[in-house]
């Protein structure tokens, strides 16, 4: 076994860099290179002791042995400390949340966003051209929009079609994005939307709701179709939209682990280099046995065995650990469109009809009638607990055959409110686990930049 095996990863990539080699891979793929560069070097020293003639044939004396460029015992040393230090910040940096430190995060998080506003400044620059033709290309399209003309009522259904995808593509987006920290929206709102489609298509018979208000508010059409025409699928064409647009915002969501490994992977100097490799080497090397380590690794291996269709099985079926999926496929550079092809195909077309046929399938009248009486069969609590959800039924029931521009009822229920309370505190903590991650990562941004001031002390430090 060689020295190497005894460092740890964050030594041994230092000493890759100091040797102008790349840094980034597993750890023994660190070690098999920094191994293969002593070799080089050993030959290099061989070749240099060897006798050298001059030009006229006479033998000159051996060449000075050129010093072997093993890592020092002080070098080493001044790595280990470098290497404790960076572990002690990173603990230090998961304690810069708003309810710990309220100040010192609210000033790095603004900071942290002066830094992206400065750096999307110098790209709008450096892009100036784009940026121009884009802007009067836009300028030509809002002219077209608003002008007057017999395309107008075209474009009014265009307007009310686009803004109604970008919401659930938005909303879709926010579910995946941020590493873990998204916000669940499917529970919180495309959940609820194709509850209510389910209700009203059952109570109604029909799902030709008009629009307005539909789909804001849901109406029963006066003219009700026959029940035989209502399925299943009925249901689902209705809420084929917006389940598409979201499962595609979900796609979109799962980019950013992809385009971060794979920077980390093509890039030595990544500021997110040493967090990826540290996980897939953690999860290669890890001991523990349990149920989430053994799903990290299944998808992990499934991932890089199998390629399209691994990443297609991965994302057609909920999984909240698919992060990781994308975090590979960056690493082992698979091809965006081979990622994000299987990625929106699995979570907008294949995962979406799964969800809604659950859903649907869970909402149908006469099983949540069903559940509302069982609810009542509970011994002491029964009656209690199923008074609400009879109560929201009926005013259901009453607003959907009410005529449009009818008075509504100003007294929301008690189920009413708190689904509205669940939303606004999902929504908050949301917003306050995207001032806490930003907010650490200017601190981490600090970190690196003093880090790395300290490394080039120590190379200066030893030439001297």
């Known amino acids: 076994m060689s020295g190497y095996e005894k460092m740890t990863v964050d030594v041994l990539r230092q000493e ?23 070799d080089l070097e050993h030959v290099d020293q061989v070749v240099d002791e060897l006798p050298r003639g001059d030009k006229d044939g006479h033998d000159a004396q051996p060449a000075r042995a050129v010093t072997q460029r093993q890592p020092s015992p002080f070098r080493l040393l001044s790595q280990a400390r470098v290497a404790k230090e960076h572990t002690r910040m990173k603990e230090m940096r998961n304690h810069i949340v708003l309810w710990r430190k309220p100040l010192v995060t609210l000033y790095n998080f603004s900071l942290e966003m002066g830094v992206q506003l400065h750096i999307s400044y110098h790209k709008l620059v450096d892009n100036r051209k784009t940026v121009a033709v884009s802007c009067l290309a836009l300028w030509w399209l809002f002219l077209i929009w608003y002008m007057e003309g017999p395309h107008q009522p075209w474009i009014e259904s265009l307007e009310r079609t686009t803004l109604w995808s970008c919401y659930w593509i938005g909303l879709g987006i926010l579910s995946s994005v941020g590493l873990g920290t998204g916000l669940h929206t499917f529970l919180l709102y495309l959940g609820p939307h194709i509850a209510a489609v389910t209700l009203a298509a059952w109570e109604c018979m029909s799902v030709d709701f008009p629009s307005p208000p539909y789909p804001e508010e849901i109406l029963c059409p006066s003219d009700s179709s026959s029940q035989e025409s209502l399925s299943i699928l009925t249901i689902m064409s209705k809420v084929r939209l917006e389940a598409f647009m979201w499962g595609a915002g979900t796609a979109i969501g799962e980019l950013p682990p992809y385009f971060m490994a794979k920077a980390a992977r093509l890039s030595g100097s990544s500021i997110e280099e040493e967090e990826v490799e540290e996980e897939l080497e953690a999860l290669e090397s890890a001991e523990d046995s349990g149920v989430i380590t053994r799903m990290k690794r299944a998808i992990h291996h499934l991932v890089q065995r199998v390629g399209f269709f ?11 650990l698919f992060d990781l999926a994308g975090m590979t496929c960056g690493h082992f550079l698979v091809p965006f469109w081979t990622f994000f092809g299987a990625t929106l195909i699995g979570k907008a077309i294949i995962k979406m009809h799964i969800q809604k046929m659950f859903v ?4 149908t009248k006469k099983y949540v009638e069903g559940l509302v009486d069982i609810m009542g069969l509970v011994p002491v609590v029964g ?5 609400p959800f009879k109560e929201y039924l009926q005013k259901q029931r009453k607003k959907l055959h009410q005529k449009p ?4 009822s100003s007294s929301p229920s008690w189920l009413s409110r708190f689904y509205q309370g669940l939303v606004i505190f999902m929504v908050g903590y949301f917003i306050l686990s995207i001032i806490n991650s930003t907010a650490q990562q200017y601190a ?18 030893e030439e001297t």
């Open 16 to 38: 890759l860099r100091r040797r102008n080699l790349p840094s980034s891979g597993r750890k023994p793929e660190i070690i098999s290179r920094l191994l293969q560069s002593d």
């Open 360 to 363: 649907i399938v869970l909402f």
């Open 405 to 408: 521009g009818a008075a509504k």
């Open 444 to 461: 981490k941004r600090q970190d690196d930049a003093w880090l790395q001031s300290q490394m080039a002390k120590e190379d200066d430090r």
């Open 310 to 320: 691994g990443i297609l099985l991965c994302a057609s079926i909920p999984n909240p």
């Open 383 to 387: 009656p209690g607990l199923q008074a």
